[in-house]
């Protein structure tokens, strides 16, 4: 069983910081990606960081480029997304996401966590 832990969200004003973590257990050696997305309400989930196994390749969606920053630490098998000046518009549920292989699409991600609210306010 695969279970990916969400922790660190809050309700902050913008320009704060957040970090948010996110603890895998279980079949962890096949996380070969690991990421972040997040759904505002009534818009659809979507792509904010993505990094691999070593940390070789990292991907970041325009909106967050230069303020966001993920990291990995395999031997704790948890993932960190470092979130500084932060918007209103990055008022969200943010989700944790694993899978065997790079993946930007939602809609094939195999693992998900259950999310963590972050709310800026202005």
């Known amino acids: 069983q695969v279970q990916l832990v969400e922790s660190g969200g809050g309700l902050v004003q913008a320009g704060d910081s957040l970090r948010l973590s996110c603890a895998a257990s279980?079949?962890?050696?096949?996380?070969?990606?690991m990421g972040w997305f997040r759904q505002a309400p009534g818009k659809e989930r979507e792509f904010v960081v993505g990094?691999?196994?070593?940390?070789?390749?990292?991907d970041y969606s325009d909106s967050v480029k230069g303020r966001f920053t993920i990291s990995r630490d395999n031997a704790k098998n948890t993932v960190y997304l470092q979130m500084n000046s932060l918007k209103p518009e990055d008022t969200a549920i943010y989700y944790c996401?694993?899978?065997?292989?790079?993946?930007?699409?939602?809609?094939?991600?195999?693992?998900w966590g259950q999310g963590t609210q972050v709310t800026v306010s202005s």
């Open positions: 996401a694993a899978g065997s292989a790079i993946i930007l699409d939602a809609t094939r991600i195999p693992y």
């Open positions: 279980g079949r962890t050696f096949s996380f070969y990606f």
């Open positions: 990094i691999n196994r070593n940390g070789g390749r990292i």
